[in-house]
């Protein structure tokens, strides 16, 4: 055991703090493409000896993996079985990005699952692991320990090499292609789609959750002879009256299935018809009562998440943000305040312009870290396409702050542009227009 280790053993026995602040420092570079690595110390764990639970459905793509996710493991667990859940990254909690039977799982077990992780690492030759890939192996590992009937893994960049992609999954999924991750993904939508299909594997369905994807991903899963089902031709959602949709699809027998008047999940409906069609491929047997009390109770924090006036959302590329000013869009006689904050490697002049036509004020904050931009740097791209910016911030909590005095009722506040941003609101109290709030 390298004497670092001697040294700080004891202290993360018992705390979840410690071993995050441990794996942290683990690895050279944050990300680190390729599952050599990740895969070998699997191995000797025996994660890859035998399935991690009876089904297993993979969830790649750009924007659109945490819905898709989450109305899986809703419907899923509405017609009985028991579900386990791997996402990432978390935003206030570690522990988000593992439940179990619908709950977060414990510091406890994560802890007991690092054990496991480090052990099989260290042993010899020793093995480096991103924080990422450990935090990958641990979850894995959990998941494996639970006797679940379904998991569902979310891929965390790219497809092929991502870490999660050492499992063999049974459906697999690619919902959007857009632009993102470019220092590491590029910007040649094609290869990007080649990367993202990587997660689909032979003989078993390749669900695709896009009408605009680019060819490269049904190419690839019909050079590997993935049974291919796409949105908009092996199935289709359908509106019907009362703002209740139609769900068609196909069994994994191949006869056609049709769920009707199905509620609005308050999530895109894309990602909803997606996933029940990719649960049926499952051998999940829908039914329409079930799947309806699951579509009306599904539940995703920091996605379209409104809490008063405020819609939460971790948006941090232009899809993302087409897709918001579209939902909120304009309203007479009252304001759209945005609350920004993002990264540095992100796309802001593309976020920012989907916005700027909808959102009459800005406040810009800045973000920490290495890759966090400035509330400054925000500001200056707003007013150059044409925004009103009222203010910048050192952080989300401060620029949430700013706006105590300046809401009216009928105002609305749209907080996006990372996860980081979304996180530290969440763990905010927001503020909420009063009657004796003025106009400025």
């Known amino acids: 055991m390298p004497p670092v280790m001697e040294m700080i053993l004891p202290a993360m026995a018992s705390s979840l703090a410690a071993w995050l602040d441990y794996l942290e420092q683990l690895h050279p570079v944050g990300i680190d ?10 191995r000797r764990m025996q994660l890859l000896e035998r399935p991690i639970a009876p ?40 522990n988000e990005r593992v439940t179990l039977l619908g709950h977060e799982i414990s510091d406890t077990q994560l802890v007991a699952g690092f054990e496991q992780v480090e052990a099989a690492r260290c042993r010899s030759p020793e093995i480096s692991l991103t924080y990422f890939e450990a935090g990958t192996l641990c979850a894995l590992w959990c998941l494996a320990q639970a006797r679940l009937d379904i998991v569902f893994l979310e891929i965390g960049l790219g497809g ?35 990367e993202k299909a990587g997660v689909f594997r032979a003989d078993r ?97 920091g996605r379209m998440q409104w809490i008063g006036q405020w819609c939460l959302d971790v948006g941090h590329n232009p899809h993302a943000a087409a897709y918001l000013a579209k939902r909120l869009g304009t309203r007479p006689n009252a304001r759209l305040w945005c609350v920004i904050g993002m990264l540095d490697d992100k796309d802001v002049e593309g976020v920012v312009a989907h ?46 702050e700013s ?12 907080a996006t542009g990372s996860f980081f941003t979304v996180g530290e609101l969440l763990a905010t109290d927001l503020p909420q227009a009063t009657c004796a709030t003025r106009r400025e």
Request: net charge negative.
């Open 33 to 42: 493409m390729g599952l050599e690595r990740v895969a070998n110390v699997a």
């Open 205 to 301: 369905p390749a669900v695709l959750g896009s009408k605009c994807l680019p060819d490269s991903v049904a190419d690839t899963a019909r050079k590997l002879g993935a049974p291919l089902y796409s949105l908009g031709d092996s199935f289709e959602r359908c509106p019907v009256e009362g703002g209740l949709w139609r769900w068609q699809g196909r069994r994994a027998d191949g006869l056609p299935l049709t769920l009707d008047r199905l509620p609005d999940p308050g999530l895109p409906l894309d990602n909803a018809a997606t996933a029940l069609q990719a649960l049926a491929l499952a051998g999940c047997d829908l039914a329409v009562e079930a799947t309806r009390q699951a579509l009306a109770d599904v539940e995703l924090s």
């Open 160 to 194: 092929r090499l991502d870490a999660v992609n050492i499992i063999d999954a049974d459906v697999a999924i690619v919902t959007t292609i857009a632009l993102d991750h470019a220092s590491f993904l590029g910007t040649d939508l094609a290869q990007i789609g080649r």
């Open 355 to 400: 916005l700027v036509p909808v959102v009459t004020d800005w406040v810009c904050v800045g973000l920490s870290g290495p890759r966090g931009r400035s509330a400054q740097s925000l500001a200056a791209e707003i007013e150059r396409q044409g925004g009103v910016v009222h203010g910048c911030a050192a952080t989300p909590t401060l620029g949430a």
């Open 55 to 94: 089904r297993v459905v993979t969830v790649a793509g750009t924007n659109g993996k945490g819905s898709t996710l989450a109305v899986m493991a809703a419907v899923a667990a509405a017609h009985g079985s028991r579900v386990g859940t791997y996402t990432s990254p978390h935003l206030v909690r570690y």
């Open 403 to 414: 706006l105590k005095d300046k809401l009216m009722p009928e105002d609305r506040v749209l």
